[in-house]
């Protein structure tokens, strides 16, 4: 508790916060990475945050994400409160800002995961609060803790995070947890991103942008790079994003992952998948060694482990 | 986290879960029962899953059950992920299969609870799964471990599980609870069921042909066979599975325990329900020391306790 | 677990409840601001509640106040089961009344803490459970913990609770909050309410024969008592218990707090709300040192933990 301006202040300063990708740079990744391998190989301290209180508030549902978060925080000795449907259950349908309600979570708990259906909604409400935030997802935004545990899923299983060709499929306009990776991707030398959608679903320019020297291919083709890449990165069509039903059903289903798709895809490579699956990925191909969606997705507890324990550090 | 398919092979092989009656041979019952016990008179360690994680999903809520299994897991030193609206929060809304989220799940927790609509759900999550699965409900399929915690109820108040008399009494095609209860009873020699319920809610084929040696006696009059009864099973109308609120309103009110009712059952006998009640018994016989109701909802903190423990132990 | 009826009714008649200001008599107030005054100063043993069940039962939704005493609960050293939305997800859906729910969940925890949308439910509950239960809002009825809240914060930021003049400005007839309030600051001696209110929101009868020697005067005007006050104690128009939304447009915006309200009050005054705010306090007052409205939700988690401690030693 902060007891002067300054103070706070100072406190807030050097408050830890993960809402965009932009707070990680190449060391951090690293030094984050090397954290959650320390977890999940058992050499790092799993009760080092014990008493500590997290608060899960989301106002977009999804339970597995939540449990993600949840079991990294139990995992780390701390607790957790969860609002699993925040938007109907708090006063947010009285009308309260975004900002008051988390200066007022802040006196409660030691950090906070938001998930929102706003792009930017993480980091205003970093902005507002006096404890560290993560960014489970904010709309069509980032999801900065879903490509850190990709990283480490390709890390961890091909052994380096440079000179990769990894392929980036589906809907790369809408896709939040596709954005925060090709800019992860673009911290390290050599690797080249080919960028697999529709016209009407193409990366947007703000990514392309920020990319800097990473080579980017753009295509509506999957079939023909599929034998190039060391990473095939399938996503869902974000049916909740599109104005109208119509609108979906022309894009879902343009890429399905069949076992004939996995034919053409490297011995070495991966298929990766952020999960849900709603048709994307032919369940046939889920026993292929390659197939990597549900390693990649327990990943997830020892990237989280390693972010929240690095907030909690703040 | 098993390494190799084999290992993860064996791992599944040895998984205790429960989600149907069929996983419940008398010799397990019966340690069940006595672990149950064991919890209740202090003489098991509480703590004993310390550190432990048990997800608890809903798809279709329920309050009253799913704080019984959390209770019984925090008794137990262990700590709980919660989906109070699996339905809604989850990936389901997006279409993904069950088997899909429980394979996800399954990498967060050592346990999970689910409660499901559909007959058989808690089967086929058992069958994705890498962690042990009880089932808290599917549809009108079962609910083991409110069989458990009545048999409990039962062992405790009249001393045995054989030579009974029992009525299982109200809607008995819908009632998971008494689904479950009537096979377990018949693991035990010399009980006679009593199944008293209007012509268009019969006890399942299914189940009758399983209860081998037990004699059943089928009825659509309450009144005639109370006097007879060492247990009186009262259950609520199951209003949710009817298609139309005409049908459901045929069938609500044909059996009400009243005080008159109460003058014919014997002595020595149990009045029991699963709650929750709408009716059914009227609240003035509450306070008959042979109403258990209360009691049994209580009884269900151990006989869950015992479920998780040895799940855990798997 | 009382075993006869007799200990059962002498267990029942020491549990300690908290459903409205009539269980506060002065020195019980005195003695719990004191005790959560200790563990803010963290004198109190912050771990004392080890191992014990709280749930949390909303059956009106509040993601804030379920926080506050769910960290409460964990600072404690105590777990929590949580009903988010307690009336969709329980048996209230199916018709169970809300006597045997508590009845039911008493067999479970150690505490109940019950938000719902009917006056009187609280002491309803009260009346049913077998473990002490917490009124954190019922209705218009009363809102005892934030009350108590509101005191520790007057005590804290003016050194004492008497002799005070405090202006409750609002919704005063459906505000609980300020009801409770109300009846608390009558306990202490020379202290002078001043309610402002449209004729149509005046503060209930019930509450202003209870008031016995405290001084009250009612107002329509805010403007010409800002001056007189030591606390400027706003509120939200309760639109969730009006008939219609023209009846809440008629009275919402009446009484703004802007910069030039904050002039008018005297630089010794506090301003205070209970949060949620929904345009009652213009933002660019949240600087002014006097806008003490998040240091005192921040003041709930002590007070709610003296709360919780106090039953819990029942």
Not at 106 to 134: F, K, L, M, N
Not at 143 to 149: K, S
Request: with cysteine; glycine share 8%; hydrophobic share 45%.
């Amino acid at each position: 508790m902060p007891e002067t301006l300054a103070a706070a202040a100072r406190a807030a300063a050097t408050l830890r916060h993960l809402t965009t990708p932009v707070e990680l740079p190449r060391h951090l990744i690293e030094e984050l990475l090397d954290r959650a391998l320390g977890f999940e190989l058992g050499e790092a301290d799993l009760q080092r945050r014990d008493g500590r209180l997290l608060a899960t508030l989301f106002y977009e549902p999804s339970t597995r994400t939540r449990f993600s978060f949840e079991a990294a925080m139990h995992r780390l000795g701390g607790q957790v409160l969860s609002a699993e449907n925040a938007v109907k259950a708090s006063s947010a349908a009285k009308g309260e800002s975004l900002e008051d309600a988390i200066r007022v979570i802040s006196g409660y708990v030691d950090a906070i995961v938001i998930r929102h259906p706003e792009i930017g909604a993480a980091a205003r409400a970093a902005q507002a609060a006096t404890v560290p935030v993560v960014n489970a997802g904010d709309g069509a935004g980032h999801h900065p803790t879903q490509a850190l545990l990709d990283l480490y899923t390709i890390r961890k299983e091909l052994g380096r995070l440079d000179r990769l060709r990894v392929g980036l499929v589906g809907d790369l306009r809408n896709g939040r947890t596709v954005r925060s990776l090709a800019l992860l991707l673009s911290r390290f030398p050599q690797n080249e991103l080919v960028l697999v959608s529709p016209p009407g679903l193409r990366m947007g320019d703000d990514i392309l942008e920020a990319l800097g020297e990473t080579a980017v291919d753009q295509t509506g083709e999957l079939d023909p790079v599929v034998c190039t890449l060391d990473v095939l990165y399938q996503t869902r069509i974000q049916a909740e994003r599109f104005e109208s039903a119509e609108a979906y059903e022309r894009y879902r289903g343009v890429y399905v992952v069949t076992p004939d798709i996995m034919r053409c895809l490297p011995e070495h490579a991966l298929l990766m998948h952020p999960l849900p699956r709603v048709g994307e990925i032919d369940p046939q191909v889920d026993s292929d060694p390659r197939a990597a969606y549900f390693r990649q997705t327990r990943n997830g507890l020892w990237a989280r482990m390693a972010v929240l324990d690095w907030v909690l550090g703040s």
